[in-house]
């Protein structure tokens, strides 16, 4: 069936380093991809969103592309900030009779000041 | 605008009760889908209702129920609760079924089974 692998966490970074978290996916078809970020306490807020290959999802300085030879979808942020932590989890959406969000387990990142 | 809204926040149940947990979508949307969040997991998919009908529905038992009104708020029915359904209940909402929509989330309800 459907799944996405996350990088395991937590990662842990230092302000103004360079981010990436990687994302995997298994999938027939043609799924969407998503990234959302789960603050503490909170529920989870979409960050960025690709619909077919190549497109490049980008918001708050965070990117990722959409990767259909190596079925990824990484996420990268040239330059973190402390407001940056957060569970990041990346998605997919393969639409279809069960349109459903199928995420993986989540990447816990810390950035230190 | 208003966001999703969930009501309540948080709650404590017993093992055995019934739970109900609501859901507003934001104004003009007519997709709600309901997603069970355990510590340090992601969410799992458990319904979606377009239009007051059901379109899809994830590997939960039959304790699950729930169902979407003429203004597209949805309810949550949890029968005969267990300890582990112990976990954040998220209402999403979204525009349409289609997939290149976003879902947008609300911050949850936080259920306690003890």
């Known amino acids: 069936g459907d799944s996405v692998t996350q990088m395991e966490g937590p990662v842990t970074l230092s302000e103004e380093a360079f981010l990436t978290i990687n994302c995997t996916y298994t999938a027939t078809g043609y799924p969407s991809l998503f990234w959302y970020v789960q603050y503490p306490g909170e529920g989870l807020q979409l960050l960025l969103k690709a619909t077919k290959a190549d497109d490049k999802g980008s918001n708050k300085g965070f990117e990722a592309t959409y990767r259909k030879e190596t079925t990824s979808f990484h996420l990268e942020k040239g330059s973190v900030q402390v407001s940056d932590s957060a569970v990041y989890f990346c998605?997919?959406?393969?639409?279809?009779?069960?349109?459903?969000?199928?995420f993986g387990t989540g990447t816990l990142l810390a950035v230190q000041p | 605008d208003a966001g999703v809204t969930q009501s309540p926040t948080h709650l404590i149940k017993t093992r055995g009760q019934h739970v109900t947990l609501r859901c507003s979508p934001i104004?003009?949307?007519?997709?709600v889908s309901w997603y069970q969040q355990v510590l340090g997991q992601g969410p799992q998919f458990i319904f979606q209702?377009?239009?007051?009908?059901?379109?899809g529905r994830g590997n939960f038992p039959d304790r699950f129920s729930a169902r979407q009104f003429p203004n597209y708020s949805s309810e949550l029915n949890v029968n005969a609760l267990l300890l582990g359904d112990s976990a954040l209940y998220l209402c999403?909402?979204?525009?349409?079924?289609?997939?290149?929509?976003?879902?947008?989330f609300g911050s949850g309800t936080r259920l306690t089974v003890v």
């Open positions: 999403a909402s979204s525009l349409d079924t289609e997939t290149y929509y976003g879902y947008t």
């Open positions: 998605a997919l959406n393969r639409g279809g009779a069960t349109n459903k969000l199928i």
């Open positions: 104004s003009g949307h007519k997709s």
């Open positions: 209702y377009y239009e007051k009908e059901e379109r």
